[in-house]
């Protein structure tokens, strides 16, 4: 189902059921799973893979090359998994050889309008990005992170799982997994707790990530400190091994 005023390079892949909208560009390299609509105006670059179901609005820009002065046209890619929405104006860059030469978007994620995603970026599954939400390059998103609108993210930072930022955020530095960031720059403004409670976390496991983050943030607690407390809580508290593992390691520190 390709409108006729398409342009669809004859070396791009596109599985049964794709519909391609009016004026809309497909470039060389491109994989598009089946089911997967794309608006009209949009242009995609390749090398560019998009699975299976996804949704993408006009004007929206993939697979172009990274925002770097350093690239020099290496053959980097990007990958979009399955049944994402992704809405109008959103620009999504290749990768560099600087990095591993991929931006990653997962699957069912949540993408409105004017977001951008630069190069070497690797986005999870189940995120939602409010409008206008920014990533330099090289940020990683962890599962089910709630980017607010407006919010920049500076390159190498890294956003854990089940975080939440509010409008207007400016992320210098790491956002722990389930901690709510707000701010210019940012803060931590407690846990996620009622996105916890939607995603079905039990309520013992959501006052156990409360006293940990008392532990990381109110306890005068140096950050290795810190970790040690948490690395012994998570014998007892599942939940509180993917913080852990997050304080381990990264190259900006963390919001506190």
């Known amino acids: 189902m390709i409108h006729p005023?398409?342009?669809?390079?004859?070396?791009?892949?596109?599985?049964?059921?794709?519909?391609?909208?009016?004026?809309?560009?497909?470039?060389?390299?491109?994989?598009?799973g089946s089911g997967t609509k794309i608006g009209s105006h949009a242009v995609i670059d390749g090398p560019t893979i998009i699975g299976k179901d996804n949704t993408?609005?006009?004007f929206t820009s993939l697979g172009a090359p990274p925002?770097?002065?350093?690239?020099?046209?290496?053959?980097?890619?990007?990958?979009?998994?399955?049944?994402n929405t992704i809405r109008?104006?959103?620009?999504?860059?290749?990768?560099?050889?600087?990095?591993v030469g991929v931006t990653r978007v997962g699957n069912d994620n949540w993408i409105m309008a004017y977001v951008h995603i630069a190069h070497d970026c690797q986005v999870g599954n189940h995120t939602i990005f409010a409008n206008n939400a920014q990533l330099a390059g090289h940020v990683h998103v962890g599962d089910w992170a709630i980017l607010g609108g407006f919010t920049v993210v500076h390159q190498f930072v890294r956003i854990g799982a089940h975080s939440l930022t509010a409008m207007g955020t400016i992320l210098l530095q790491?956002?722990?997994?389930?901690?709510?960031?707000?701010?210019?720059?940012a803060s931590p403004f407690g846990i996620n707790s009622e996105g916890l409670k939607r995603r079905g976390f039990e309520p013992k496991a959501i006052v156990e990530i409360k006293a940990a983050y008392k532990t990381l943030y109110k306890a005068g607690l140096s950050l290795e400190?810190?970790?040690?407390?948490?690395?012994?809580?998570?014998?007892?508290v599942p939940e509180l091994a993917i913080l852990a593992e997050f304080l381990k390691s990264g190259k900006r520190g963390i919001i506190r």
């Open 5 to 32: 005023t398409a342009i669809v390079s004859p070396k791009a892949k596109l599985s049964d059921g794709v519909e391609i909208g009016a004026f809309t560009v497909i470039g060389d390299h491109v994989e598009i």
């Open 56 to 58: 993408v609005s006009p």
């Open 67 to 83: 925002q770097d002065k350093k690239y020099a046209g290496e053959a980097t890619r990007l990958e979009i998994g399955d049944r």
């Open 88 to 99: 109008e104006f959103c620009t999504f860059n290749r990768g560099t050889s600087q990095d």
């Open 174 to 185: 790491d956002l722990p997994p389930y901690v709510t960031a707000a701010g210019n720059t």
């Open 225 to 236: 400190a810190a970790r040690q407390q948490l690395l012994e809580q998570q014998q007892s």
